[in-house]
T-cell receptor, first 114, second 113 residues
Framework: GAVVSQHPSRVICKSGTSVKIECRSLDFQATTMFWYRQFPKQSLMLMATSNEGSKATYEQGVEKDKFLINHASLTLSTLTVTSAHPEDSSFYICSATAVAYEQYFGPGTRLTVT | QKEVEQNSGPLSVPEGAIASLNCTYS??????FFWYRQYSGKSPELIMF????GDKEDGRFTAQLNKASQYVSLLIRDSQPSDSATYLCAVNIGRSGSEKLVFGKGTKLTVNP
């Protein structure tokens, strides 16, 4: 149980375009999902907390107008990177809570902006 | 500042040995503690969680928690080359109702055949 999927697994886009990443909890309902970013050889950095039916809570320094998060249902959250630039190239990972504070991670999306 | 500290390593142990990974945290209100394993290029995988002081065993893994010392550790017995990965310690920040976890930077473990 507690399986989280992400789509796409890899995406390459041109600078200035937008990219949408989907995160789904497959076998449980997740009231809370989290979005992380991880640069090479660095730890996970929490970007935002997403609650179903309400606005996401962004961490300090994360631009909410650039990283749009929608959590329309108990099994789906989306992250849209708007007007992507090469510095946005990173590994984006979502997670969802199934029980208490246990977070289960999706497989991640590797974004490359050219 | 809520912090979770880990020795970045690399920690190198021979196959069959016990690997000991350590983590300290700064928030005394933290109640939930997690160990994740992350292989290179992959996302983290939850391997252990512990909420109470003492030891918790699951197969070859033992998590140890000492809230008074603000210390949590992970022991891997009979280490295998497949255990080679980065191990992330994560701590719930302790604020009531918050499900956020703070992650350490991870300890890279290498198990040599």
């Amino acid at each position: 149980g507690a399986v989280v999927s992400q789509h796409p697994s890899r995406v390459i886009c041109k600078s200035g375009t937008s990219v949408k990443i989907e995160c789904r909890s497959l076998d449980f309902q997740a009231t809370t999902m989290f979005w992380y970013r991880q640069f090479p050889k660095q730890s996970l950095m929490l970007m935002a907390t997403s609650n179903e039916g309400s606005k996401a809570t962004y961490e300090q320094g994360v631009e909410k107008d650039k990283f749009l998060i929608n959590h329309a249902s108990l099994t789906l959250s989306t992250l849209t990177v708007t007007s992507a630039h090469p510095e946005d190239s990173s590994f984006y990972i979502c997670s969802a809570t199934a029980v208490a504070y246990e977070q289960y991670f999706g497989p991640g999306t590797r974004l490359t902006v050219t | 500042q809520k912090e979770v500290e880990q020795n970045s390593g690399p920690l190198s142990v021979p196959e069959g040995a016990i690997a000991s990974l350590n983590c300290t945290y700064s928030d005394r209100g933290s109640q939930s503690f997690f160990w994740y394993r992350q292989y290179s290029g992959k996302s983290p995988e939850l391997i252990m969680f512990i909420y109470s002081n003492g030891d918790k065993e699951d197969g070859r893994f033992t998590a140890q928690l000492n809230k008074a010392s603000q210390y949590v550790s992970l022991l891997i017995r009979d280490s295998q080359p497949s255990d080679s990965a980065t191990y992330l310690c994560a701590v719930n920040i302790g604020r009531s109702g918050s499900e956020k976890l703070v992650f350490g930077k991870g300890t890279k473990l290498t198990v040599n055949p």
